[in-house]
């Protein structure tokens, strides 16, 4: 232990976490994809951009109770986890009840669309038009041809590839984070050791 341990330690830094980045991104996607594509009276719409928000919500609210609470910011963390896999399991939803393609793990257009490194929702938008033309778009009729299902297909496939990257890091911060917390305890063993040492001085 160091004689300076400071009690309160930086935190609340979220905005420069990648997860907290990708998250937000794939919230302002989640927003324009809804207004886009999912009836505005369909509940699902409403759930879909709340888990988008909550995934962002929570890693910042983690991240600022991380002064005096670590177990707060590694529970908040898991719920941003768990809100993106709940907006993961309905764009599947949508692609399925569609009949639109899903893209593979080991597919060009879903590492292309990562090596793109997209930080805005816009540049996800061009992405998109880009890729329009591309020979593996689905041939196949939507079953609610409302909407064009190339861009359908495109948009839902590329907030899914977001929504894991951002899940893979959430899953490493949050293991970091467990064995952090194992390791060097929480708020309340740090204030006791913090109390010892102003004792011992």
């Known amino acids: 232990m160091k004689d ?4 309160i330690e930086k935190h609340g830094g979220y905005r420069k976490l990648k997860s907290f980045q990708i998250s937000q991104l794939v919230y302002d ?17 409403d759930q879909m951009v709340q888990a988008a928000r909550s ?3 929570n890693i910042a609210e983690g991240s600022q109770a991380s002064a005096t609470s670590k177990k707060t910011e590694l529970r908040l963390t ?28 080991d597919s060009a257009l879903r590492q292309s669309l990562v090596d793109a490194r997209c ?9 998109i038009v880009q890729q329009k033309t591309s020979s593996t778009m689905t041939k ?6 409302t909407f064009n299902p190339v861009y359908a297909e495109l948009s839902a496939n590329a907030v899914l590839t977001l929504i894991n990257v951002a899940c893979s890091l959430l899953d490493k911060q949050i293991i970091r984070l467990a064995n952090d917390f194992k390791q060097d305890g ?9 109390r010892t040492n ?3 001085k």
């Open 78 to 105: 898991n719920v941003a986890r768990a809100s993106l896999e709940e907006l993961k399991l309905d764009y599947e939803d949508f692609l399925r009840q569609n009949n639109l393609q899903f893209w593979k793990r």
């Open 140 to 145: 196949s009729k939507p079953t609610k041809p």
């Open 29 to 45: 996607i989640t927003v324009r994809f809804c207004e886009r594509y999912i009836n505005y009276k369909s509940r699902t719409r």
């Open 119 to 127: 930080q805005r929702a816009d540049e996800v938008a061009r992405w």
């Open 186 to 194: 929480g708020f309340t063993e740090k204030l006791y050791r913090v």
């Open 55 to 57: 995934g962002v919500q």
């Open 4 to 7: 300076s341990e400071p009690l």
């Open 198 to 200: 102003c004792r011992k």
